[in-house]
Each structure stands twice: as C-alpha cells, then as structure tokens.
C-alpha cells in the first residue's frame, strides 16, 4: 500500500492498534521490528499528543502502516466514566480515519490488570457497540452518507488481553516473565530487586502502594531495568531495547496476534 515516492499512500490508515500507555507502544513498536525483521529506525509519520492520557502516532515498519492510539484504561468505577472513555477512544478513531483514510483493521492490546472476565467485557462492549457501528464511509472509503452506520462491517477486529489472553496481569508481567525465563531468578540484578521489594512491602509508608500484584510487578521492572541502565548511559528506552529478546518465544502469541 506505499507509494514509493511519498513513502506512504494519503488515503490510507493501516492497522489501528489500541493500548494503554506509552510503554505498550514501546513494546508494540519493539515486537512488529521483529516480526518484520527492521534493523532500520521507525518512520514516524506522525506523533499527536492530546493530554496526558492520550496520544496518537503512526508509523511504518518495512512497508507496513500501524498506527498507535493510546489511552488510559477501558475501565471505569461509573457508567458515566465509562462512556466517556469509550467516546475519547472512538473520537480518536474517527479522527485518524478522516485524517488517512481506509483502515485495514483495530485491534486492541490492554491489560487485564485484576480481573480478566471484566476486562474482556470491556473490551468486547467497545467492539460490539462502536468500533462495529463505524460509517461505512470511513471504513471503506465509499460515498455513502457519513449518518449511515452499520451493526455489522467487513472490517477485521481482536483484542489480546495480556498478559497472556487469559490470567490476570499486565504488560509487566509478560516482561518479567521473559526475564525470568531468559536469566533464571537468581541473578545479581534479579536478586536484588526481589530483596528491594521485600523490604519496601515491610514499611507502612508505602505498603498501600504495593498492595496488588500488578503494583508490585510495575516496581519490580522498573527497578530492573534501572539497575542495567549504567551499561546503557542511563537511557531507559535503549535499556529497554537492548535488555529484552523480542525475539524469544515467550512473545509469540502476541507476535502471531499483531500478524493476523
């Protein structure tokens, strides 16, 4: 779908891809090189911030267009809250679309964070009642009047939960996982994160800031990563790069979901 001389075709959106944070485009970006073997730097054709919760950008990889719309969560404590959310994701859509034109498919990449059934409702609810009732006119580029909406549209749609599409859990579990399937448990940096952990869960200070899994294994990265970042110039994007196999199988189902 490029246009070699422009690099990009105008009229065209590509993949749109839905997460969470900065940190899932990090690790998006990280597994589609892989998948398509690019040694070179992304092309990034465009990068939109709109608050603090919420950023688009778009790039190519190889020859293939994706572009990343983040935003924060797909939960709420309210139905007011959560139609809001869901409004700002759809609105984000929508801009993109009229922005690039045709868009060969959504997929959504979230965490499960505490409970999977709820999250996957969630994340169901956005595709059945919005992504699905997309104009046709956006979807695929006819003539048809912008108030005409669909139930049901030949565009592709999937969500992949992580951790692993069926536990609770997060980005950072899937990482910490690879890390440990690729060092074991009892490397210095490893070791000395563990020990760390257990002993800031011991003050009271800061017991209610670890008091879940995910919160735990958010602190626990984070301070891996910090350890090896002397090796990197203190850069916590290349630690983050080079410190990870993106190519180690323990990223293959979301791999072989991002190449559907």
Same mark, same amino acid.
């Given at each position: 779908?490029?246009?070699?001389?422009?690099?990009?075709?105008?009229?065209?959106?590509?993949?749109?891809?839905?997460?969470?944070?900065?940190?899932?485009?990090?690790?998006?970006?990280?597994?589609?090189?892989?998948?398509?073997?690019?040694?070179?730097?992304?092309?990034?054709?465009?990068?939109?911030?709109?608050?603090?919760?919420?950023?688009?950008?778009?790039?190519?990889?190889?020859?293939?267009?994706?572009?990343?719309?983040?935003?924060?969560?797909?939960?709420?404590?309210?139905?007011?809250?959560?139609?809001?959310?869901?409004?700002?994701?759809?609105?984000?859509?929508?801009?993109?679309?009229?922005?690039?034109?045709?868009?060969?498919?959504?997929?959504?990449?979230?965490?499960?964070?505490?409970?999977?059934?709820?999250?996957?409702?969630?994340?169901?609810?956005?595709?059945?009642?919005?992504?699905?009732?997309?104009?046709?006119?956006?979807?695929?580029?006819?003539?048809? %009047?912008?108030?005409?909406?669909?139930?049901? /549209? #030949?565009? +592709?749609?999937? !969500?992949?939960?992580?951790?692993?599409?069926?536990? @609770?859990?997060?980005?950072?579990?899937?990482?910490?996982?690879?890390?440990?399937?690729?060092?074991?448990?009892?490397?210095?940096?490893?070791?000395?994160?563990?020990?760390?952990?257990?002993?800031?869960?011991?003050?009271?200070?800061?017991?209610?800031?670890?008091?879940?899994?995910?919160?735990?294994?958010?602190?626990?990265?984070?301070?891996?990563? %910090?350890?090896?970042?002397?090796?990197?110039? /203190? #850069?916590? +994007?290349?630690? !983050?790069?080079?410190?990870?196999?993106?190519?180690? @199988?323990?990223?293959?189902?979301?791999?072989?979901?991002?190449?559907?």
């Amino acid at each position: 779908m490029l246009d070699k001389k422009n690099d990009i075709v105008p009229d065209y959106a590509g993949t749109i891809i839905l997460t969470e944070g900065s940190e899932d485009i990090d690790l998006i970006l990280c597994l589609l090189k892989d998948i398509y073997n690019s040694k070179s730097k992304d092309k990034v054709l465009m990068k939109k911030q709109n608050g603090n919760d919420n950023q688009r950008i778009r790039v190519t990889v190889k020859e293939h267009v994706f572009t990343i719309i983040t935003h924060s969560g797909y939960t709420c404590d309210t139905k007011q809250k959560y139609d809001q959310k869901y409004k700002a994701t759809i609105d984000q859509i929508y801009m993109q679309i009229k922005e690039n034109g045709i868009v060969d498919a959504i997929l959504i990449i979230v965490d499960t964070d505490d409970n999977f059934a709820t999250r996957v409702a969630s994340v169901q609810k956005l595709i059945n009642e919005n992504i699905a009732c997309l104009p046709e006119e956006y979807v695929h580029g006819t003539k048809c %009047d912008v108030k005409t909406i669909q139930n049901s /549209l #030949d565009i +592709k749609t999937g !969500y992949f939960i992580l951790p692993n599409n069926k536990d @609770e859990g997060s980005l950072e579990a899937l990482l910490l996982e690879h890390i440990e399937q690729i060092e074991g448990t009892t490397t210095n940096v490893l070791a000395c994160v563990n020990g760390m952990l257990s002993c800031l869960e011991s003050s009271v200070k800061i017991q209610s800031c670890l008091n879940t899994k995910n919160k735990k294994d958010k602190l626990r990265l984070r301070l891996y990563l %910090d350890g090896l970042m002397a090796k990197h110039k /203190l #850069d916590y +994007k290349n630690t !983050y790069q080079e410190e990870i196999d993106f190519s180690h @199988e323990s990223f293959d189902k979301l791999k072989n979901f991002l190449k559907k």
